[in-house]
C-alpha cells in the first residue's frame, strides 16, 4: 500500500500541482487520503476542487475552515481575546469562498465531507485519518513545539495505532505511548520558515510502515498574482503568508523549539536550530555532512544523548549546561569539534 497523505491547500492551485508533480517523480501512488481544508483562503479553490475530486483512490475529511465554507460558521473568539485587525480579513474569505461554493454547486460536496474515517494498514495496525484531532475539526491542534503532555490528551482513548492529523500546517512526527501521530504539513499555506509545500508519502507493509515527509520547491507567484486577479477580500495577509513575509506568533515561537543533531565526518557533532524539511536541506548547509536526527525538542535531544552515551555527561557532545546556554542564545549552530 502506498499512499499520499495532503493536507490543507487552501485553494493554492499552484502548490497542488507541484506536489502532485512530486508525488509522480516518486512513482506514483495507490491512493490519496486528504485531511481537509481544501478551499478556503486561496484564490483558487474551485480549481482545487475539481483537481483532488477527480484523483485516484482519494478519501477525504473536513477541515475547520470547510465548515465555513458550508454552514458560515467561524473561528470562535472567547471573551477577553484580541485578534488583530489584519487577521479579521480571514472572515471576510471565509464568506467569498461560502459564497463561491454555493454559487457553482461545490457546497454540497463540501458539506458531505466527514469529520474522519478509519483503515487498517497491512501489518495489521489501524490508521486514523482527521484534521485538527481526534474527534474535532478545529483547535490548537498538533502545534509545534508541544511538549510531549501538551499531546498526550489528543491521543486519549484512541485505538488506532497511527493518527495522521493536519490544520497547524507544520510537519511532524511524534511517538507517544507507543502510538504515532503525525502532522502531514501543508500543501497550500505553509507556516514553516521556508513556506514550502509539504506532503507525506506512506508505504505500508506486512513488515511494517514507512513515512516520507516531503517538502517541495515551488514559486508562489502565480497564486499571489490569483489573489489580485480575483480582487480577493484577504489578499495581502494571504500573500505574505505564501511568502513567508507573514507569521503568526506561535509560528514564529515555534521556528526554534525543534533541532537537529548533525553528524559530520571526522566525529564532529552539531546542533542545529534552522528549519529543516528533510535531510537533503540539512546536508546542503555542511559540506562534511554525514548523517541527521531531527527534528527534536530540546528534551529529546537530551534523551538521546543519554540514551547514546549514558548519564556520565563529560561523553556526550554537549553537556546540559551547553544545550541550555544554547536554548536562550540567539546562534543558530551549536558545534563541537574534539570531545
Not at 509560528?251 to 535531510?279: C, M, N, P, S
Not at 554525514?290 to 527534528?295: D, I, N, Q
Amino acid at each position: 500500500m502506498r499512499l499520499a497523505l495532503l493536507s490543507d491547500i487552501h485553494g493554492n492551485l499552484t502548490a497542488l500541482e507541484a506536489v502532485l508533480a512530486d508525488i509522480q517523480t516518486r512513482g506514483g501512488v495507490d491512493a490519496y487520503w486528504l485531511l481537509g481544508d481544501f478551499a478556503a483562503m486561496g484564490g483558487q479553490p474551485l480549481a482545487v476542487l475539481e483537481r483532488i475530486a477527480a484523483l485516484p483512490g482519494a478519501r477525504f475529511v473536513r477541515g475547520n475552515t470547510d465548515r465555513y465554507a458550508f454552514d458560515g460558521s467561524r473561528p470562535a473568539i472567547e471573551p477577553g481575546d484580541t485578534v488583530p485587525r489584519r487577521y479579521l480579513t480571514l472572515w471576510d474569505s471565509f464568506a467569498w469562498t461560502q459564497g463561491l461554493l454555493a454559487g457553482s454547486g461545490w457546497r454540497e460536496w463540501v458539506g458531505a465531507l466527514p469529520l474522519d474515517f478509519t483503515e487498517a494498514l497491512p501489518n495489521g495496525h489501524n490508521a486514523l485519518c482527521v484534521h485538527a484531532a481526534p474527534g474535532e475539526d478545529d483547535g490548537v491542534g498538533m502545534r509545534a513545539g508541544m511538549s510531549d503532555d501538551q499531546l498526550a490528551p489528543l491521543l486519549a482513548g484512541v485505538e488506532a495505532e497511527w493518527v495522521f492529523v493536519g490544520h497547524t500546517h507544520w510537519p511532524q512526527h511524534r511517538v507517544l505511548g507507543g502510538k504515532h501521530l503525525v502532522n502531514v504539513g501543508s500543501v497550500g499555506l505553509p507556516f514553516t520558515p521556508d513556506a514550502l509545500p509539504a506532503y507525506t508519502l506512506l508505504e505500508a507493509t506486512v513488515q511494517g510502515v514507512r513515512l516520507d515527509q516531503r517538502v517541495v520547491d515551488y514559486d508562489p507567484a502565480p497564486e499571489i498574482a490569483a489573489l489580485e486577479r480575483v480582487a480577493h477580500p484577504s489578499r495581502t495577509l494571504i500573500a505574505g503568508l505564501l511568502s513567508g513575509a507573514e507569521r503568526f506568533e506561535w509560528a514564529r515561537a515555534a521556528d526554534q523549539a525543534y533541532w537537529h543533531i548533525v553528524f559530520l565526518e571526522g566525529e564532529a557533532v552539531v546542533l542545529t536550530k534552522k528549519h529543516y524539511g528533510h535531510w537533503r536541506r540539512v546536508a546542503t548547509d555542511f559540506a562534511d555532512y554525514k548523517t541527521s536526527l531531527g527534528p527534536l525538542l530540546p528534551a529529546h535531544v537530551i534523551a538521546y544523548f543519554r540514551a547514546a552515551h549514558g548519564d556520565d555527561e563529560t561523553a556526550w557532545p554537549f553537556t546540559q549546561t551547553e544545550l541550555a546556554a544554547f536554548l536562550e542564545s540567539p546562534a543558530q549552530v551549536l558545534r563541537q569539534e574534539n570531545r
